[in-house]
């Protein structure tokens, strides 16, 4: 039986819309400031005001701007990455722990990745914007149209990557943008838009004032870009899961529609048939950095193999930095190390007599975002990847893998775990439009194609 003593720790509103200002009661919190919703609302207004430039732009404008803003990243790069030490330097200097000053750094390397991320995206074949569904009687025909959704808010955690992952895919989708990062990255999210996206998008033709950036730091103007109906139709919600959740409550208040990354974590079954480079492979593989949601979080073991494959996986895992947390557990099994300051380096491990029972322990004890199963058994997988219902089941690899860009070859504005009919896994451009039906006169509709 795997057991420890360890004890880790589980870590007033514009005159014209009086109703769009959230209120304050136990769930949410305090409502945020004036200050604040004027802030975001009038990056709304902005940002509307350029709905129509991305409406009306072909696809080979919108393609010329994704690409501008690689370029233009590129050739800014030495003013990005002098805010980017700047944030860098007040966050060391605040005490915010490694995981998270990784993911808030840039340096030349990030900046080209993201630089071949936009070119990628931006040779990709834009979604149809209509398509033919069935010819009615009357001599009609019936059609479904993709429209853009008009404003998107999105409310990130302080990484200046996603700035660029969300804006590019809003434009490639057509839709303008309301975007609010974490305070610590505060400088370079300012740089991207004022240095490199605005710039790109004035270049293309385009309306630079389609991507916003709330400027004011603080958590007033989260709670106000999810209390906006009127002006934002859906708001993107990634970052930790209870302050997410709490935002979600409050949008749902208001009559603002969410897609929320609010949970993550990957699970690892290794089963009893389980190659043993395979396991050190996919291991170091899914540790390769600690303060992102598709890790390596909870490790499970088959009762059969444990006492002879542990000693091996802990030694892995100690030279690669990594502390085991053994059951009996302090904290839930499913508990996400990514979000808990301090304590990231750490995986949980633990027992299970099958495929069977680690899928179910992944569905009802994680947040569903992705398992894999590691074996040379097809009959195992089989049982576990039909028993999975998270959004991304895999066998031998790892869950790293699901990203968008990893997995669908276009960056992503986050990873929804939702179990519901929607948009599911990572969530690109393609996912962001509203269907319209549309009836035509089946002649009309041959002089229109």
């Keep these: 039986m795997i057991s420890s003593d360890n004890s880790d720790t589980v870590g007033t509103t514009d005159s014209s819309q009086p109703d769009t200002a959230p209120r304050s009661d136990a769930a949410t919190g305090p409502a945020p400031t004036a200050e604040a919703v004027e802030a975001v609302r009038d990056c709304a207004r902005r940002a509307r005001a350029a709905v129509d430039s991305l409406a009306r732009a072909d696809a080979a404008t919108i393609d ?15 003013e990005v990455l002098k805010a980017n030490q700047e944030d860098v330097a007040a966050a060391e200097a605040g005490g915010m722990p490694a995981a998270t000053i990784d ?3 840039l340096d030349p390397t990030r900046l080209e990745s993201i630089a071949t991320q936009l070119q990628t995206l931006a040779a990709v074949e834009p979604e149809p914007t209509s398509r033919w569904v069935r010819d009615l009687p009357g001599d009609l025909r019936l059609e479904e149209h993709r429209r853009p959704i008009g ?17 590019s895919q809003l434009l490639k989708s057509r839709n303008a943008g309301v975007l609010r990062t974490g305070s610590a990255a505060i400088r370079s999210a300012t740089a991207l838009i004022d240095h490199v996206i605005a710039p790109a998008l004035q270049t293309a033709g385009l309306n630079p004032e389609a991507i916003q950036l709330v400027r004011i730091p603080g958590r007033d103007t989260a709670a106000a870009l999810v209390a906006q109906p009127d002006l934002i139709r859906l708001v993107i919600l990634r970052g930790s899961g209870e302050s997410t959740r709490r935002l979600a409550e409050t949008a ?4 603002v529609r969410v897609l929320a990354h609010a949970e993550g974590g990957g699970v690892l079954y290794v089963d009893r048939a389980a190659d043993a480079a395979t396991v050190t492979k996919v291991i170091e593989a899914s540790l390769d950095r600690l303060g992102v949601c598709n890790r390596l979080n909870l490790l499970l073991l088959h009762k059969d193999i444990a006492e002879e494959r542990l000693p091996s996986i802990l030694e892995q895992l100690t030279g690669l930095g990594i502390k085991a947390s053994l059951p009996p557990h302090p904290h839930p099994r499913g508990h996400e190390w990514a979000l808990d300051e301090g304590n990231e380096a750490t995986v949980t491990i633990d027992t299970v007599s099958g495929p069977l029972e680690a899928a179910q322990i992944a569905n009802t004890e994680t947040s569903g975002l992705a398992a894999t199963i590691l074996t040379e058994d097809p009959e195992a997988a089989r049982t576990f990847l039909e028993a999975y219902h998270g959004t991304a089941a895999l066998w031998n690899a790892t869950t790293r893998l699901v990203d968008g860009f990893k997995m669908l070859a276009v960056p992503e504005t986050g990873i929804n775990v939702d179990q519901v009919p929607g948009p599911r896994g990572p969530v690109t451009f393609h996912d962001l439009f509203l269907r319209q039906y549309v009836v035509v006169p089946r002649a009309a509709a041959s002089d229109r194609h």
């Design 103 to 105: 993911r808030l750094r």
């Design 252 to 255: 749902a208040r208001h009559g």
């Design 64 to 78: 010329t701007a994704l690409r501008g803003i690689a370029e233009t990243l590129l050739a800014r790069a030495d």
């Design 151 to 167: 404003v998107v808010g999105a409310n990130f955690e302080a990484r200046p990557n996603v700035v660029v992952d969300i804006a």
